[in-house]
């Protein structure tokens, strides 16, 4: 569970189901009821927020424009010459250099 939050709070009155109150009381201790609570909201709006940013973008992919990306075998061979190696026919990979990516470690 998430640690006290510094930021201000504010008190909000909520109705719940009994029994869906009954079951967080049987596994949240209730000093710590609102810490769960905002963590349990948190997850759910990044998980709706995610769905949202998929459900824009979807259909922005299209197989003709990465004809060298249409099989299992043509991804592997692209992520393997990412990470440096040579992706050899017999599905072998062996390495050949540094990873090629624009993206440098700090």
């Known amino acids: 569970m998430p640690k006290k939050s510094t930021e201000p709070m504010r008190k909000i009155t909520v109705s719940l189901p009994v029994a869906l109150l009954e079951w967080l009381d049987?596994?949240?201790?209730?000093?710590t009821r609102s810490t769960f609570i905002a963590a349990a909201i948190e997850a759910e709006l990044d998980r709706v927020e995610t769905i949202q940013?998929?459900?824009?973008?979807?259909?922005?992919?299209?197989?003709?424009?990465?004809?060298?990306?249409?099989?299992?075998?043509?991804?592997?061979?692209?992520?393997?010459?990412?990470?440096?190696?040579?992706?050899?026919?017999?599905?072998?990979?062996?390495?050949?250099?540094?990873?090629?990516?624009?993206?440098?470690?700090?």
């Open 53 to 106: 940013v998929i459900e824009e973008t979807a259909g922005s992919w299209k197989d003709e424009d990465y004809p060298d990306l249409a099989t299992g075998k043509d991804i592997d061979r692209w992520i393997a010459e990412l990470r440096g190696y040579s992706y050899e026919p017999e599905g072998q990979m062996r390495k050949v250099a540094e990873p090629k990516s624009e993206y440098k470690a700090d």
């Open 26 to 31: 049987s596994k949240i201790e209730g000093r």
